[in-house]
C-alpha cells in the first residue's frame, strides 16, 4: 500500500461510482471512469442565470445536447489537485484488477490545466514503480493523442501501458459568475464539467496503421492553467517531433514537446468578464467543423477505405454532426457514423474520447478485429487521426 501524500475523503466516498468496461477474451482494452460528484441538471444550471440570460441561456443548453454535469465549487487549488490525483488513482486501480496488472510500464497522463507534477504524482499514488511517465495537456484531444502515441513509441513490443485522463474542470467554472453573454461568449457550465477516466492496453494486441496529429492556432477558447508554458517551451526537443505531427503556419511556437510531455500553448482569458474560462461558441464551433474533418483527409486513402468503426470526442451535439458530415467527405462511400452518445456527462474534455470508448464497447459497437478511426480536436488547437486496428479476438 502506498504512503498517501493527499487526502480527498469527497472522492473517496464516491469510489463505488467507477464504472468498468472491457473488450476482448483476455480484456485487452479496459476503460474506467467516474465523474465522483453529483450531477447539474440542465434546470439546475438555468437557474443560476439572471432573468436577462435565461432565453438565451436555454437556447445555448438545447443546442449542446447535454442534459447534466458535475461542477463542484469551492476548492482551492491544492484541494483541486489532491482530488484530481486521487480520483485518477482509484479509477486507474480499479481498470488494474480488471485487467489483472499489478503494476505498469507507462503511464501517460492527459488534462486540459492540471500542473505537470500531476502524472508522477499520481503513479505514486498508485505504489507504482515507473520509468516512463508523460503529460499530455493538448486539452480534449490530449487522451486519444497520448494513445496514438504509446502506440508508435511501443509499436511491435508487449508493455502495460495506461492512459489517464484527469479533468477537474469545475477548478476553472466560477459558478456565481453569469453563465452567458449576449455576444455569444459564455461561461463553460453550458458544455463542460469534471471527468476521470483510465485506458489500459498493450500496444501488442493493436497496430497503428496511419496517424495524423495537427496542430493548428486557434479555436474560439481561452483557459488559465496550472503548467507554465513559457518555461516548459525552453526544454522543447525538435527531436522528440514524431513523424505523423504536423504544424499549421505559427503552430510550432504554440507547442512544447520534451521528455516530460507534449503541451500548447492555452491563452488566457480576457480581463473583461473576470472569468478563469471564457468561449465564443459560434467561433469554437465553426473552427473545428473545419479543421478537424481535413485532418482525417491527410491519412493515406487506402486505409481510409477499409474503415469499420469511429471512435470520436464529441464537443456537443452541433458540432459532431459537422465533423461526421466533414469526416464522410474523405471515406469514398465507406461511411461512419458519429451519433451524438447520451453519456450521462458533457464535454468532460480528453476524459470524453474515453467516455466514448466507453460507451462503444458497451453497446457492441467497438469489435476485436476492426480498423477504427480515431477522431479527437482540442482548443489551442490540436486535431488527432488515426486509424487503428484491433488486432486481438
Known amino acids: 500500500m502506498a504512503e498517501r501524500l493527499f487526502t480527498a475523503p469527497r472522492v473517496e466516498r464516491l469510489a463505488h461510482t467507477v464504472h468498468v468496461e472491457s473488450l476482448g477474451r483476455h480484456h485487452e482494452l479496459v476503460i474506467a471512469g467516474s465523474q465522483f460528484g453529483h450531477p447539474m441538471t440542465n434546470k439546475d444550471l438555468i437557474s443560476i442565470l439572471t432573468t436577462e440570460e435565461k432565453e438565451y441561456g436555454q437556447a445555448m443548453i438545447d443546442k449542446s445536447g447535454i442534459r447534466e454535469r458535475v461542477l463542484v465549487s469551492g476548492r482551492t487549488r491544492p484541494e483541486v489537485l489532491a482530488e484530481a490525483v486521487t480520483a485518477s488513482r482509484l479509477v486507474l486501480q480499479k481498470a488494474m484488477e480488471v485487467k489483472g496488472w499489478d503494476n505498469l510500464d507507462a503511464l501517460y497522463l492527459s488534462s486540459l490545466d492540471l500542473p505537470t507534477s500531476a502524472a508522477h504524482l499520481v503513479a505514486q499514488e498508485a505504489g507504482l514503480d515507473l520509468h516512463h511517465v508523460q503529460n499530455y495537456r493538448l486539452a480534449c484531444a490530449g487522451s486519444a493523442a497520448a494513445f496514438v502515441d504509446a502506440l508508435c513509441d511501443y509499436s511491435g513490443r508487449s508493455a502495460r501501458i495506461a492512459v489517464v485522463a484527469a479533468e477537474p474542470l469545475s477548478a476553472i467554472i466560477d459558478l456565481a459568475t453569469q453563465s452567458t453573454t449576449k455576444d455569444g461568449r459564455f461561461n463553460i457550465p453550458v458544455f463542460f464539467g469534471d471527468g476521470y477516466y483510465v485506458l489500459l492496453f498493450d500496444p501488442s494486441d493493436f497496430q497503428l496503421q496511419a496517424a495524423q496529429t495537427h496542430f493548428v492556432p486557434g479555436g474560439g477558447m481561452q483557459v488559465m492553467t496550472d503548467y507554465d508554458f513559457n518555461e516548459l517551451k525552453t526544454s522543447h526537443n525538435p527531436a522528440l517531433i514524431r513523424s505523423y505531427h504536423t504544424f499549421a503556419d505559427g503552430a510550432e511556437d ?24 471564457e468561449m465564443n461558441g459560434g467561433q469554437t464551433a465553426i473552427f473545428f467543423m473545419r479543421h478537424t474533418p481535413n485532418v482525417v483527409g491527410r491519412l493515406p486513402t487506402d486505409v481510409l477505405q477499409n474503415i469499420d468503426q469511429a471512435w470520436w470526442h464529441q464537443p456537443g451535439s452541433i458540432v459532431l454532426q459537422g ?5 464522410n467527405r474523405f471515406l469514398n462511400g465507406h461511411a461512419v457514423s458519429m451519433p451524438f452518445l447520451d453519456l450521462g456527462a458533457p464535454n468532460m474534455s480528453s476524459a470524453t474520447f474515453l467516455a466514448v470508448g466507453q460507451k462503444l464497447i458497451q453497446t457492441g459497437q467497438l469489435s476485436p478485429g476492426q480498423n477504427v478511426l480515431l477522431i479527437a480536436p482540442g482548443i489551442g488547437s490540436t486535431h488527432v487521426a488515426a486509424v487503428v486496428t484491433f488486432t486481438f479476438s
Open 254 to 277: 504554440i507547442v512544447a514537446i520534451n521528455d516530460s510531455g507534449v503541451y500548447i500553448l492555452q491563452v488566457p482569458p480576457s480581463s473583461e468578464f473576470g472569468l478563469q474560462s
Open 323 to 327: 465533423m461526421e458530415k466533414g469526416v
